[in-house]
């Protein structure tokens, strides 16, 4: 069993930045591949972005490349996501999670386990 987390969302403005951050329990944060969803208005919960247990292959939405960094601390089993130049558009519920297969999380959108979420709101 894996519990996650969230942490260092809020509201800021457009251009600026946060960095939320994800902290795991477990003693075997290294083997699972961790992700960002996040879930705007009204809309569906979309993936983010993902990072591999060891921390070396991630892999980002479209809409985020170049604005947004994943990384991971294995030793403080937590896993981060840089957000720069945010528009009001990266407006959402923001989920952190966590999967055996990092493919499984790329290609097919499976997750194993899911934070609560935390409230991220860029103004215009």
């Known amino acids: 069993q894996v519990q996650l987390g969230e942490s260092g969302g809020g509201l800021v403005q457009a251009g600026g930045s946060l960095r939320l951050s994800c902290a795991a329990s477990?003693?075997?944060?290294?083997?699972?591949?961790m992700a960002w969803f996040r879930r705007p208005p009204g809309k569906e919960r979309e993936f983010v972005a993902a990072v591999t247990g060891g921390g070396g292959i991630r892999s980002y939405t479209d809409s985020v490349k170049g604005r947004f960094t994943i990384s991971r601390d294995n030793a403080k089993n937590t896993v981060y996501l840089q957000m720069n130049s945010l528009k009001p558009e990266d407006t959402a519920v923001y989920y952190c999670?966590?999967?055996?297969?990092?493919?499984?999380?790329?290609?097919?959108?499976?997750?194993?386990?899911w934070g609560q979420g935390i409230q991220v709101t860029v103004s215009s």
């Open positions: 477990g003693r075997t944060f290294s083997s699972y591949a």
């Open positions: 999670a966590a999967a055996r297969s990092f493919n499984n999380i790329v290609k097919l959108r499976e997750v194993e386990y």
